[in-house]
């Protein structure tokens, strides 16, 4: 899963830490070339000056050319492609490590094994390489150079040159060995804090900016597929009721379903409180209904037992548009799991663009009590396409996202915005006030402070199913008739 490959960072982070050795080597190696050149044509400037051997002339001249030409192919590789450049640092270890053994051996032989020993162990200090890489060269290096001196000096050991050799390999494999040991604590400091920046700590999720990060790095590579965003029902109550750590492992067990289910080339993460976004890359709708069933599924099953409340899933849904980022994605799904909200929770909806068909009128129930509201909707669910509020803040919003609801079925008694302030607001609203409101109330005593306030009609609860329909029919009929008229 793409989410949890963001979060084990160890692939990711071993390529950042190369692309900074790399950077280094890139400069060292440029440096050591440059030098190599200078020094090997100075070496074949005074060897034709001062009448050295043709065999010494000509050894100073190939090796010239051969630094000079590394430059070359060096340079244009690695402008290519800047992970070669690790490539070029053993090639030309064991190019120039080959031009000292030879230099050391048959020029100038009277420093015995010191020019090769200093050589090697200031080249394995300054590229810093892998361990293995060290290892393989700088034991080629040793060898060649003792078989090399072993012949020259007609097949015996200078006990000096021996004991250089190996102090200078030892001391090689001791810094690469120091050097490779840093680099693993570096790499899993740069990984724990990796995963306090990105990740979530109590679901172990990507938190929201990673997870933002993430999508839109992927929907500006023109990805397509469906963002989910998944809220969990009644989440508040479980913190309430049974505490805090219950709704800690309601949210983890949440989370490893998620995990389990969501496919490999999806975003994952948590982008606060109770809620959860899904990225689910080159889906189909299908695929993407099917999720969202089997996730409500197995939800359920999981904390069935345990959790006393009840709790659901709903779940928001937006198709990816072209040129769409994480925000105006995001919207569009959010628009989508408020309607799951208002129809009821514990389900799945799509976003559309017109979220209402305009044949099929709309009807917005507010009421605080599920029961009155259920019981409304099943009276208009064959005829109208339903949604529901808690309280009048809430309708307002709904109204906000919703512009073309037909009737209004408003209860007077609720929390935080009760029907009579919601009222106040909707007669100074000249848009709003153009729909027909029926105020629903157990007190007959509401009926002149409504009618005052705009609404059209008035049901005393308990109602009878018939007389409700009756009266709803009323109001929509006698609505067309002064919209026509106007």
Not at 167 to 192: M, P
Not at 262 to 278: A, L, Q, T, W, Y
Not at 300 to 316: C, D, M, N, Y
Request: proline fraction near 1%; include cysteine.
């Amino acid at each position: 899963m793409l989410s949890f490959g963001f979060l084990n960072k160890e692939k990711m982070l071993r390529r950042q830490f190369s692309q900074k050795i790399n950077a280094w080597n890139a400069t060292v190696l440029e440096s050591l070339v440059i030098l190599s050149i200078l020094t090997s044509a100075l070496f074949a400037f005074f060897s034709i000056t001062q009448s050295n051997s043709i065999g010494e002339i000509l050894f100073s001249l190939i090796w010239f050319s051969l630094f000079l030409v590394f430059k070359f192919v060096n340079e244009y590789s690695i402008s290519k492609d800047s992970n070669k450049t690790g490539l070029y640092c053993i090639i030309y270890w064991i190019l120039f490590l080959s031009y000292v053994i030879l230099l050391n051996v048959f020029i100038y032989d009277q420093f015995t094994g010191y020019l090769f020993g200093m050589i090697q162990i200031l080249l394995g200090l300054v590229f810093q390489l892998a361990f293995v890489s060290t290892f393989i060269i700088s034991t080629a290096a040793t060898l060649i150079y003792l078989l090399v001196s072993y012949l020259v000096n007609n097949n015996s050991f200078e006990i000096q040159e021996v004991l250089i050799a190996i102090t200078s390999y030892s001391f090689v494999l001791l810094g690469a060995n120091i050097i490779s040991g840093t680099r693993e604590v570096e790499l899993e400091n740069l990984s724990k804090l990796e995963k306090l920046s990105t990740q979530d700590s109590l679901t172990k999720l990507l938190n929201r900016r990673s997870t933002q990060y993430l999508i839109d790095s992927q929907l500006a590579e023109k990805s397509t597929g469906y963002l989910l965003v998944i809220d969990v029902d009644n989440f508040k109550n479980v913190n309430d009721n049974q505490g805090h750590l219950i709704g800690d492992l309601v949210l983890k067990d949440l989370s490893n379903t998620l995990f389990q289910l969501s496919p490999k080339n999806s975003v994952v993460g948590r982008i606060g409180g109770d809620e959860f976004v899904v990225f689910y890359n080159k889906a189909t709708k299908h695929e993407v209904e099917k999720f969202a069933n089997l996730l409500q599924k197995q939800f359920f099953e999981l904390i069935e037992k345990s959790i006393e409340e009840q709790v659901s899933l709903s779940i928001g849904i937006s198709k990816v548009i072209d040129k769409d980022n994480f925000d105006s994605v995001f919207a569009r799904a959010d628009l989508a799991l408020y309607d799951v909200k208002l129809a009821g929770k514990n389900g799945y909806a799509f976003y559309r663009s017109e979220e209402i068909e305009s044949d099929i009128p709309t009807m917005l129930i507010v009421d605080d009590t599920f029961i009155a509201r259920r019981l409304l909707k099943s009276y208009f669910e064959d005829k109208y396409n339903i949604l529901q509020a808690e309280n009048g803040e809430e309708a307002l919003k709904v109204l906000a996202h919703h512009p073309n609801i037909s009737i209004i079925l408003l209860d007077m008694k609720m929390p935080i915005m009760d029907g009579s302030q919601f009222l106040e607001i909707y007669k100074k609203d000249p848009v709003l006030s153009k729909i027909p409101v029926i105020v629903i109330s157990v007190e007959q005593s509401y009926e002149a402070e409504a009618l005052s306030k705009g609404a059209k009609d008035m049901i005393v609860k308990p109602f009878d199913v018939d007389i409700v329909k009756m009266r709803v029919a009323n109001v929509i009929s006698n609505s067309k008739l002064r919209k026509k008229n106007n």
